[in-house]
């Protein structure tokens, strides 16, 4: 079946670095995406989204790139800061059905 | 501010006796969602509400109960827990499916001794 999937399970930036987090989709019928962050212990948080509209959209220091081509998608974190530290969910959406979550990458930043 | 509170943060429950968590949300939206995750897995949807209308994921075990009284607070029921029920409990709110965006809760995380 459709499936959404990272490229990378863990990934370590160095505080202050940028981040760039991966994620591949399969149905290329999804019109919607959305990044959520979630720290330990917590509910997931939401990050950015975008529709299948755009290529680019930027929120305070993150920005979510979409590239249809490839079913491509990027979570670009800016300067990162030790906060930063979570798991990262993407999720894909089609129309009327429901959100379906990634795997998680596991974003450490380094002091 | 508008919001998704789940009650208790943390749960024990003795195997086999059933146990309630509860999700109730200030943003009056019209669906209701009700997650299992465990140990950094991507939550597993279980069941849904749009509205009135309760829509279960056809691999949720029948274990797993829900009630929805009203627009504002939903309930996960759990009849008879086992060890492998462990993990952490997610309700979400969105509006009308088609919008996108989830809003979670923090979780109950619930332990089964």
């Known amino acids: 079946g459709e499936s959404v999937g990272l490229h990378l399970p863990t990934l370590s930036v160095q505080e202050g670095d940028n981040s760039i987090i991966n994620c591949a989709y399969s149905?290329?019928?999804?019109?919607?995406f959305i990044w959520y962050k979630q720290e330990s212990g917590k509910g997931p948080q939401f990050i950015i989204d975008?529709?299948?509209?755009?290529d680019k959209r930027q929120g305070q220091r993150v920005t979510v790139l979409l590239n249809k081509t490839v079913k491509h998608l990027s979570l670009q974190i800016a300067a990162t800061q030790p906060g930063d530290s979570a798991v990262y969910f993407c999720?894909?959406?089609?129309?009327?059905?429901?959100?379906?979550f990634g795997t998680g990458t596991r974003l450490t930043i380094i002091p | 501010d508008a919001m998704v509170i789940q009650n208790p943060r943390y749960q024990v429950t003795q195997f086999g006796k059933p146990v309630t968590l509860s999700c109730s949300q200030t943003l009056n939206h019209n669906v209701m969602y009700w997650y299992q995750q465990k140990s950094s897995q991507a939550p597993k949807l279980l069941f849904h509400?749009?509205?009135?209308?309760?829509?279960n994921e056809a691999d949720t075990p029948d274990n797993f109960q829900s009630r929805r009284p009203n627009t504002s607070f939903c309930f996960l029921d759990i009849r008879s827990p086992g060890l492998g029920d462990a993990a952490m409990y997610l309700c979400a709110t969105s509006r009308p499916l088609g919008q996108g965006r989830y809003t979670f809760g923090s979780g109950t995380r619930l332990t089964v001794v």
């Open positions: 999720a894909e959406k089609f129309g009327n059905e429901k959100l379906t």
């Open positions: 509400y749009y509205d009135k209308d309760f829509n």
């Open positions: 975008i529709r299948s509209n755009m």
């Open positions: 149905n290329s019928a999804s019109d919607y």
